[in-house]
């Protein structure tokens, strides 16, 4: 029954995903970014709570006294006996009705409030463009790596034919046991190389499995080659238009810190203002005592005036402006190492891009002289220590090739992402 219903199972669909398939599956499933959308949504009910500390308080109390049989003693007349008055239970219910009618931190508070929402809102844009960065050069590696096994695959499969050519010809005595054995050689040392190949191409899969959200048991593929990746840019020599630093993402970020932290000097001042609070109060008497003097309805106000903290205030308030100017400084030097950090990054796509001229070239020429030699071999006017020299420097073009055509699109990448072009 186990063997038939394993039979009849359906096996798991393998997940098949491009470019902009995986960018959005992170977008849904990336858990760091699941905890940033959650820190947004916190920051909507802390906006909520400090509105709220404004808004009418009610609150009631319900209460309930027994003397145990105690009496109040009472002489109206010296010589006379005292009157004893029995002390009677009593219970009362009281509604209270409070009301903020100014207080200078609560509307700082709500303003900060605000601020800390948007910062929330921005570190959420902040960590999507990071995810999407991370996902691309993720994506782009699993393509690197499953080309150079692809690669490194063909090139065994050639190789083998050779190698079974080369055993014939040696069986008729045309060439040296020497040559096969050295065939042999190679063909070990690239099953090596297929290997490692591939245990490089699983730990690729690992990483971008974590950041499009995925369990370790769910398989996929990605679509698309290096150079389909490469079509697919909008140019690789110049980023579009010159660099803006208000775009950039980390900048962003600093400046609502900065209105944050403005916000935070106004909050200083606003603790030397003065309180007013309003109330309403009203009692049932449910147990009334004998004597009761106490009405019923009650309305008021209160005023707080801070008057002297020992220089408490004074001192929070000069480490608040400590504390801007400090920001405000940060910002600035921010901003210059962006600048200088956007030309290194153009400076990186540009020598990317000649290297990756460079291969083409380099790679093409490989591939000529490769096929030159092998043919060579075939008719024996070469040695296999030839053909392997051949075969290994033919690897070496296309492995080049390959990481010099990573590295142009991992440079693109980078200078997207400085310049907030990620979405």
Do not use: H, W
Not at 86 to 107: D, K, M
Not at 132 to 148: D, F, K
Not at 390 to 413: G, P, W
Request: neutral net charge; proline residues 3%; glycine residues 6%.
């Amino acid at each position: 029954m186990l063997g038939f219903l394993t039979m009849t199972l359906p096996a798991r669909e393998v997940m098949r995903l491009d470019l902009e398939g995986a960018r959005k599956q992170a977008i849904l499933y990336n858990k760091t970014l699941k905890n940033a959308g959650m820190a947004v949504d916190k920051s909507v009910y802390q906006l909520k709570e400090a509105i709220s500390a404004g808004l009418p308080q009610v609150s009631s109390t319900l209460d309930y006294t027994n003397a145990l049989g105690a009496k109040l003693s009472i002489r109206f007349v010296e010589d006379a006996p005292p009157t004893e008055i029995p002390i009677r239970p009593t219970s009362n219910f009281n509604l209270q009705v409070g009301q903020l009618l100014f207080n200078g931190p609560y509307f700082v508070g709500i303003e900060l409030a605000k601020l800390g929402k948007s910062l929330m809102e921005k570190s959420y844009e902040k960590s999507e463009q990071d995810i999407l960065a991370q996902v691309t050069g993720g994506y782009n590696l699993v393509l690197m790596s499953r080309e150079l096994l692809d690669l490194l695959n063909r090139n065994v499969t050639n190789f083998r034919e050779v190698y079974n050519k080369t055993s014939a010809l040696v069986s008729a005595g045309i060439l040296e046991q020497t040559d096969l054995d050295q065939l042999g050689v190679q063909i070990a040392s690239l099953g090596n190389s297929v290997r490692s190949s591939e245990r490089q191409l699983e730990l690729a899969k690992n990483m971008l499995r974590l950041q499009l959200g995925l369990t370790i048991d769910q398989d996929f593929e990605v679509l698309g080659t290096l150079d389909q990746a490469l079509l697919a840019m909008n140019g690789i020599s110049e980023a579009s238009g010159p660099f803006d630093v208000n775009r950039n993402p980390d900048f962003q970020l600093l400046g609502l810190q900065e209105n944050l932290t403005q916000k935070q000097v106004r909050l200083q001042y606003a603790a030397f203002l003065p309180t007013l609070t309003g109330f309403y109060n009203r009692t049932e008497k449910i147990l009334k005592p004998d004597f009761d003097m106490s009405p019923k309805n009650m309305v008021g106000l209160n005023l707080s005036i801070p008057i002297f903290s020992g220089g408490q205030q004074t001192a929070k308030l000069k480490q608040a402006k400590i504390e801007l100017e400090t920001m405000q400084n940060t910002r600035e030097l921010l901003a210059e190492q962006l600048e200088v950090q956007e030309k290194q990054l153009r400076f990186n796509l540009k020598n990317a891009n000649e290297t990756y001229l460079n291969q083409v070239t380099n790679l093409d020429v490989a591939r000529r002289v490769y096929s030159n030699l092998k043919l060579k071999f075939e008719q024996g006017m070469i040695s296999a220590l030839d053909l392997v020299t051949a075969d290994n420097n033919y690897l070496r073009a296309e492995t080049e090739y390959l990481t010099a055509l990573f590295q142009v699109l991992q440079a693109k990448l980078d200078l997207d992402k400085i310049n907030g072009n990620l979405k």
